[in-house]
């Protein structure tokens, strides 16, 4: 947060954690908390999350009294980090704060930061082979009751071991996975794993709607989502890999409840159907213990903003995220801004204003969601002929002048997304990137067909900005109840009944 804002206390704040926390530290280099069985000093989890921040406060922060501290804890870890929950298959199905196969990606980074060849050693000893050879086909995919989130965290691991050795087993590893998650595992918000459980193809994802609240674990998968998304992005260049990032921008952590105090941090979200129906139960609530995992990875989620708006290579600039910002980098020795202004998702258009010392020639590429139909740009008011196929990236190439102006329009129509093959009835609404919901006090739901029908006529703008109503087919009557109103996921707040998912009529 530092690195993108520039706020000095938050960066002082830091740094003076660090240096108190390693006054806990014993002779052997790790926290004093359990002398008399040194397994029990820190966790997998713990040592992982710690070395993480270690590495951000060097990286970001320019901290580089981190890295003797990263060592420290390094070498204690190679001593000490338990290995015997490694199973002879390789895997843990349970997750737990254990999780030791979410170890390597961080341990590779600690080596291309310093080239020590000591932290790629140690990387290579928590390699996940049982559950990463499930997608290049070494292992049957099976992966049903394995942890979501955990089992989404160790792909990073696999991200970070293809770019350190080049091995293209494991990129394969990360893209099949990454379309196994779409096809099997996600609902329409982009989160996955009901009660943080993965699930088989068997219709168990639209069943998961009858039974639990625990529907997604919302930081930590959103997080987790995050990355993946941007190794994926930047090792194979393709835009389709940023509309899962997308999703859970608005739907996911950006639905959250915000945090509060003591502690208090929203882990679930909750995509009941709710019994018994059609009433809604589902509603949004902070987790019943302070401080729970999430309250770690709310931080990082949204501190990882920064680092999933834009991305950039020799050519010029990506565009992966619509969203009020600025950018600067050089292209050739010329320092460039790209300031960008939108109200995106509640508009469908934004706006990118370049500005340098002098001409420039770059190519400014935006994502075009693979949701999307009819996307247009405009420079300088004048419409720009170019190719905006869905799932790929739209290129700009030209000589910019400074005060040069671009303007992307996404159009976005309703459209209604089913859970799984075994349940089409059961589906949610989008309007572009955002789930909508319908107020759940309203017991009626919206009368649809299978397919929906023309939902631009069924479901219109209500007279509140970015909310629906529908237009009913039935005549007006007391005894008949209406359907409430249906708005943004993201825009419920703590303890609004709402429903997510409608039955639709076979």
Known sequence: ?????????????????MREWVKTFDADGAPYFAPSTKELYLSHYSWDKTIYGLLDLYYFGGEKDALPVLERMTDWGVKYLDRSNKSPAGYDIQGFPVEWYTLSENLYRAYQLTGDSKYKNF???????????????????????????????????????????????????????????????????GGYGPTERLVAADGSLGRSLEEENNTFETPCGAWSVFKLGSYLMQFTGEARYGDWIEKLVYNGI?????????????YYSDYRLGPPAPLASARKVYYWDPYPCCSGTYIQAVADYHNIIYFKDAAGLFVNLFVPSEVTWS??????????????????????????????????????????????VQINGTRAEIACQPGTWATLQRTWQSGDRVSIQIPMRLRLVPIDAQHPHRAALMYGPVVLVQDGRYTRQPNLGANGGDLSKRIVHADKPFEFRVVD???????????????????????????????LKA
């Open 123 to 189: 990387a290579d000893v928590w390699h996940y082979d049982h559950y990463w050879g499930m997608f290049t086909g070494k292992e049957p995919l099976d992966n049903r009751g394995f942890h979501a989130y955990s089992h989404m965290n160790t792909l990073s691991s696999a991200a970070m071991t293809y770019a350190v050795t080049g091995d293209l087993e494991y990129l394969k590893t990360i893209v099949n996975a990454y379309d196994h998650f779409q096809k099997v595992q996600c609902y329409a918000t």
């Open 1 to 17: 947060m530092y690195k993108a804002t520039g706020d000095v206390p938050m960066h002082d704040k830091a740094t003076r954690l």
């Open 331 to 376: 292209q050739g020795g010329t320092e460039i801004r790209v300031t960008q202004e939108t109200s995106y998702p509640e508009s469908d258009t934004t706006s990118l204003a370049v500005q340098a010392p002098e001409s420039v020639a770059f190519e400014l590429r935006f994502r075009v969601p693979g949701w999307s139909e009819g996307a247009s």
């Open 254 to 266: 950006g639905a959250a409840l915000p945090m509060a105090p003591a502690g208090k941090t929203f």
């Open 473 to 503: 087919d039935l005549p007006p009557s007391p005894f008949v109840p209406s359907t409430g109103a249906i708005m943004p996921f993201y825009r419920i707040a703590a303890g609004f009944p709402y429903r997510m998912y409608l039955e």
